[in-house]
């Protein structure tokens, strides 16, 4: 398997740089802290969770890493937004062109 950041999990990600990628979420209403020193994917969370302490993902991870995976969807609609500009652009070219 290869050794790079896109086929490791998330959570194996989170643990390689603590307090970065991930931070410490306490959550003490229903008992004493559960928080684990070791970051597994049952300690880890990319998002809330509703109850228990875990490691949360921080907005470094989650939006400059791309862990959230919406980087390649966010250019896509910006390249749309910016196709529609330019066939309009083009559109309006050509009817000025033709006197229309």
């Known amino acids: ?3 790079t950041d896109k086929t490791r999990p998330w ?3 989170l643990a390689d740089a603590p307090m970065v990628t991930c931070a410490p979420a ?3 209403r229903f008992g004493p802290c559960t ?3 070791e970051i597994t994917a049952a300690s880890a969370s990319l998002n809330r969770r509703l109850s228990g302490c875990h490691w ?3 907005s470094f991870y989650l939006f ?3 862990g ?3 980087a390649g969807e966010w250019s896509f609609i910006r390249r749309e937004d910016r196709r529609r500009d ?3 652009a083009r559109r309006e070219l050509r009817a000025h062109r033709h006197g229309r």
Do not use: P
């Open 56 to 58: 949360q993902a921080t």
């Open 11 to 13: 959570w194996v990600r």
């Open 1 to 3: 398997m290869s050794k």
């Open 35 to 37: 928080l684990t020193e």
């Open 64 to 66: 400059d890493l791309g």
């Open 26 to 28: 306490h959550d003490h």
């Open 68 to 70: 959230a995976g919406g």
């Open 86 to 88: 330019r066939r309009a």
